[in-house]
């Protein structure tokens, strides 16, 4: 069963820094795409940043300059360096992962990021 196990949430002041990690595993294909997700409270669903093998990576304009998304493809990981942290960033964040000319995108479970004023 294909899993992604997050970790590093957790709560921060204005200013400064957390790394999300996601491992996947259970998948006998690549993931191609990996990337993170957020939803912040009474906010819609926001794509976040995204790393595609043989593409390159793309970011929502609000995290542009301070947040760094990356991959360690040996260990199927994904990173989300988090800097500058603002109090509207406060959100849950997701891992997600999608194999090439598959359809259906897995979910992580999700980690609670919150960054106090």
């Known amino acids: 069963q294909v899993q992604l196990v997050e970790s590093g949430g957790g709560l921060v002041q204005a200013g400064g820094s957390l790394r999300l990690s996601c491992v996947a595993s259970?998948?006998?294909?690549?993931?191609?795409?990996m990337g993170w997700y957020r939803q912040a409270p009474g906010k819609q669903l926001e794509l976040v940043a995204v790393?595609?093998?043989?593409?390159?990576?793309n970011y929502t304009d609000s995290v542009k300059g301070r947040f760094t998304i990356s991959r360690d493809n040996a260990k199927n990981t994904v990173y989300l360096q988090m800097d500058s942290l603002k109090p509207e960033d406060t959100a849950v964040y997701y891992c997600?992962?999608?194999?090439?000319?598959?359809?259906?995108?897995?979910w992580g479970q999700g980690t609670q990021v919150t960054v106090s004023s």
């Open positions: 997600i992962a999608k194999v090439s000319l598959v359809s259906y995108v897995y």
């Open positions: 790393i595609s093998s043989g593409v390159g990576t």
């Open positions: 259970g998948s006998i294909f690549n993931f191609n795409t």
